[in-house]
């Protein structure tokens, strides 16, 4: 009986849910890693999902971020061409609610006009949405992003744009927080450069943000009294990573660790 319902639930979930199906995929020469957009579509709960997708050169695919497709009731979402699901919009409110508790962390709220600095594009933009699309009055973003490739995708699929009060620097983080510290200062300064579950110290080495350059930097570009937000994955060396913190806001921080991530909220004084 027992293995008859599991098989009757097995059966469900592939009804439900179906496979994900890639809709546009680009490559890059050189690293030879490719991101794709992929939709996927679970009718039990009448849900459309695009999904951002990694594939490295050893065929392995990781689903990186997800986002609510809107489709119209009379439009059957299989039916139609790649081109006519990459062309539906998704649902820009959406906001995880770990971004939502973050945010909140920072006082005063980020919703007062403050001149922010974020430092990734999260994912295919999900803290950017946040950024872009919670509050009434917006705050003054400026989005630095290595990648070209994922800037052209999460503006074109995903819902992330640029405008008067938000603008992508196409830069390497730390040679970005070098050239800035040269000119205005941050109210607040976030850092969401490595997907928690999905990082590796090829793709998104720790050399590159847990060191003592990158921790400098994000002081520099602080105002007297900004917060910076620094969302990062648990690595080997754990204590020098918080030390760094530590020593260079004055013990001005507070510390969350789960098995998979860091967050820290550290303050200039």
């Known amino acids: 009986m027992q293995r008859c319902i599991l098989i009757i639930a097995f059966l469900a979930y592939f009804v439900c849910a179906a496979a994900d199906h890639a809709d546009f995929t680009v490559c890059k020469k050189r690293s030879k890693l490719c991101l794709a957009v992929a939709h996927s579509e679970d009718t039990w709960n009448d849900v459309r999902t695009r999904i951002l997708q990694v594939q490295l050169p050893d065929n392995t695919t990781t689903n990186v971020r997800f986002a609510e497709v809107i489709v119209p009731f009379w439009i059957k979402f299989w039916s139609i061409s790649s081109e006519e699901r990459l062309a ?12 939502r508790d973050w945010v909140k962390a920072i006082d005063p709220p980020l919703y007062n006009r403050q001149n922010v600095l974020n430092l990734g ?10 950024l872009l699309n919670n509050w009434i009055t917006r705050p003054n973003v400026t989005t630095v992003e290595a990648d070209q490739m994922l800037k052209t995708i999460t503006k074109k699929y995903f819902g992330v744009y640029e405008d008067p009060l938000h603008r992508i620097v196409i830069e390497k983080p730390l040679t970005a927080l070098q050239k800035l510290k040269r000119g205005a200062k941050f109210d607040t300064i976030i850092v969401n ?51 760094l913190f530590e020593k260079r806001f004055r013990n001005n921080c507070t510390y969350s660790r789960t098995f998979v991530e860091w967050l820290v909220i550290c303050t200039k004084p």
């Open 121 to 130: 594009l999260g994912d295919a933009g999900w803290m950017t949405n946040c």
């Open 193 to 243: 450069l490595c997907d928690v579950f999905t990082w590796s110290y090829i793709s998104c080495s720790p050399s590159t943000w847990a060191n003592k350059q990158f921790v400098e930097g994000l002081f520099c570009n602080l105002k007297s009294g900004g917060k910076v937000l620094y969302t990062a994955p648990v690595i080997d060396n754990d204590k020098k990573f918080v030390k």
């Open 88 to 99: 539906l919009p998704i649902e820009k409110s959406a906001c995880f609610k770990d971004a």
